[in-house]
């Protein structure tokens, strides 16, 4: 009966989530398109170059395979064998889970890598948090790089930046403090955890200090210089390329014809639009298009229909493909996991 009632108030809590999620999408594309002629933004995402559409899909998957390649350099102390394939398969299943439940990606991914590789889940849960750690250090230094690149005074035209700039440091700094002490003071923590939970439950208590070991092991999973080394340089390339795919965007609409944009101008795009993944909406949507047509009509003085324009094609492309290679993946690994256990059975039948 308890358990039942337990149940029920997470089917409502998660209810509850979703619907908020939902409606805050709805909220942010309302904002977005206020005001602005649709059939004009339809048209002028028709007059998209379709060779400048495949260069932004390369890009985009060159991008998500560096990352599953940071992926196995962080993990390499854990398993040094790990498959790439399979690092990228989980990746962008996940991706694909986030374009419809926004945050349930990241523990997709990590229950699929750790099914497939044969790895703890909650330490592989740990590496996720870990490669998301990594990438707000690096969208951070992107968005102060940002600061200096543009014409703008950037601080002056969104005076939230100022502090969105410092909540991020500020929980980077705390951030790290925390894993370095739950990491160092580890024991303490667990037996804290066990204490604290078992007075309500002794068999909680050892599940949840179970599961905080595991995920301490993930997060410190990253070990050695060489693969530092490897971590820094993968996420410096990586951010480079969703740099050049911002400006690719512009490439893709032509725009490059009547505004002055450059690498620079995407590097600028693309590092402040990264705030919009904080917001949980499925795949940054409603976020993503309200921020991106701020930027574009504030800052290189774009028509709201342009920019809006720029903001559904870059997106929708993206969404797409994260939705496309996810099923493809999907069904490819478990065609491949069936083919397997055929063969299998086939020989055990013949001896």
Same mark, same amino acid.
């Given at each position: 009966?308890?358990?039942?009632?337990?149940?029920?108030?997470?089917?409502?809590?998660?209810?509850?989530?979703?619907?908020?999620?939902?409606?805050?999408?709805?909220?942010?594309?309302?904002?977005?398109?206020?005001?602005?002629?649709?059939?004009?933004?339809?048209?002028?995402?028709?007059?998209?170059?379709?060779?400048?559409?495949?260069?932004?899909?390369?890009?985009?998957?060159?991008?998500?395979?560096?990352?599953?390649?940071?992926?196995?350099?962080?993990?390499?102390?854990?398993?040094?064998?790990?498959?790439?394939?399979?690092?990228?398969?989980?990746?962008?299943?996940?991706?694909?889970?986030?374009?419809?439940?926004?945050?349930?990606?990241?523990?997709?991914?990590?229950?699929?890598?750790?099914?497939?590789?044969?790895?703890?889940?909650?330490?592989?849960?740990?590496?996720?948090?870990?490669?998301?750690?990594?990438?707000?250090? %690096?969208?951070? =230094? &992107? #968005?102060? @790089?940002?600061?200096? !690149?543009?014409?703008?005074?950037?601080?002056? $035209?969104?005076?939230?930046?100022?502090?969105?700039?410092?909540?991020?440091?500020?929980?980077?700094?705390?951030?790290?403090?925390?894993?370095?002490?739950?990491?160092?003071?580890?024991?303490?923590?667990?037996?804290?955890?066990?204490?604290?939970?078992?007075?309500?439950?002794?068999?909680?208590?050892?599940?949840?200090?179970?599961?905080?070991?595991?995920?301490?092991?993930?997060?410190?999973?990253?070990?050695?210089?060489?693969?530092? %080394?490897?971590? =820094? &340089? #993968?996420? @410096?390339?990586?951010? !480079?390329?969703?740099?050049?795919?911002?400006? $690719?965007?512009?490439?893709?609409?032509?725009?490059?014809?009547?505004?002055?944009?450059?690498?620079?101008?995407?590097?600028?795009?693309?590092?402040?639009?990264?705030?919009?993944?904080?917001?949980?909406?499925?795949?940054?949507?409603?976020?993503?298009?309200?921020?991106?047509?701020?930027?574009?009509?504030?800052?290189?003085?774009?028509?709201?229909?342009?920019?809006?324009?720029?903001?559904?094609?870059?997106?929708?492309?993206?969404?797409?493909?994260? =939705?496309?290679?996810?099923?493809?993946?999907?069904?490819?690994?478990?065609?491949?996991?069936?083919?397997?256990?055929?063969?299998?059975?086939?020989?055990?039948?013949?001896?």
């Amino acid at each position: 009966m308890i358990s039942d009632k337990i149940a029920l108030n997470k089917n409502i809590k998660r209810a509850f989530k979703y619907a908020l999620s939902f409606i805050v999408t709805i909220l942010f594309l309302y904002l977005a398109f206020l005001n602005v002629d649709v059939r004009k933004v339809i048209q002028y995402t028709l007059t998209a170059s379709p060779g400048w559409v495949v260069v932004f899909v390369c890009i985009f998957l060159l991008s998500h395979f560096l990352r599953a390649l940071r992926w196995k350099f962080i993990l390499s102390s854990v398993k040094k064998d790990v498959s790439v394939k399979n690092l990228f398969g989980a990746l962008m299943i996940g991706y694909g889970v986030n374009c419809v439940v926004p945050r349930l990606g990241e523990v997709t991914r990590a229950v699929l890598i750790g099914k497939w590789e044969g790895l703890s889940r909650s330490s592989m849960l740990g590496t996720v948090i870990l490669e998301r750690f990594i990438d707000v250090i %690096f969208f951070a =230094i &992107a #968005l102060a @790089i940002s600061l200096f !690149l543009s014409t703008r005074n950037l601080l002056g $035209v969104f005076p939230w930046l100022k502090t969105t700039l410092y909540i991020t440091a500020a929980g980077l700094c705390l951030g790290l403090i925390f894993v370095f002490l739950a990491i160092k003071f580890k024991q303490f923590f667990i037996k804290w955890i066990i204490k604290l939970v078992g007075k309500v439950s002794s068999k909680g208590g050892e599940m949840l200090a179970g599961f905080f070991d595991t995920l301490l092991q993930g997060f410190s999973s990253l070990k050695g210089w060489k693969n530092y %080394f490897n971590t =820094i &340089a #993968l996420s @410096i390339a990586i951010i !480079l390329l969703y740099a050049l795919n911002s400006y $690719v965007g512009f490439l893709m609409l032509g725009f490059q014809n009547y505004y002055h944009v450059d690498y620079g101008s995407g590097w600028i795009i693309m590092s402040l639009s990264s705030i919009a993944a904080a917001i949980p909406t499925p795949g940054s949507t409603g976020s993503y298009h309200l921020l991106v047509k701020s930027l574009l009509t504030l800052l290189f003085g774009m028509s709201e229909d342009k920019s809006l324009a720029y903001a559904f094609l870059t997106h929708i492309i993206s969404y797409i493909m994260f =939705i496309f290679t996810a099923l493809v993946i999907f069904f490819a690994m478990y065609k491949q996991k069936d083919n397997i256990n055929e063969s299998t059975e086939t020989n055990i039948g013949k001896i």
